[in-house]
Nanobody
């Protein structure tokens, strides 16, 4: 069984920084694209950033220049470094991975980690 476990969320003041981590575990054969999404209260879940197995990255415009996504393929882990945080970045952040396991090829989600940015 595959699991994605996030960590690193918390409360931070505007202008501060946080680093989120997401580790995938289980009978994993290959991880393709990994990413971070977020969902603020009353809003739809939105893509924040993605990274391919080859390291190609993509960001939503609102975080470009402030957030950086990276991954450690040896550890099956993806990171999101968030700088210059704004109150509008407040949301539950979800890790996502499209991967192949011994059971299937599918997209998996983490349980989410809360990020709160105070003004």
């Amino acid at each position: 069984q595959v699991q994605l476990v996030e960590s690193g969320g918390g409360l931070v003041q505007a202008g501060g920084s946080l680093r989120l981590s997401c580790a995938a575990s289980g009978s994993i054969l290959r991880i393709n694209t990994m990413g971070w999404y977020r969902q603020a209260p009353g809003k739809q879940r939105e893509l924040v950033a993605t990274i391919t197995s080859g390291g190609y990255t993509n960001y939503v415009d609102s975080v470009k220049g402030r957030f950086a996504i990276s991954r450690d393929n040896a550890k099956n882990t993806v990171y999101l470094t968030m700088n210059s945080l704004k109150p509008e970045d407040t949301a539950v952040y979800y890790c996502n991975a499209y991967l192949s396991s011994t059971a299937s090829t599918a997209r998996y989600w983490g349980q989410g980690t809360q990020v709160t940015v105070s003004s």
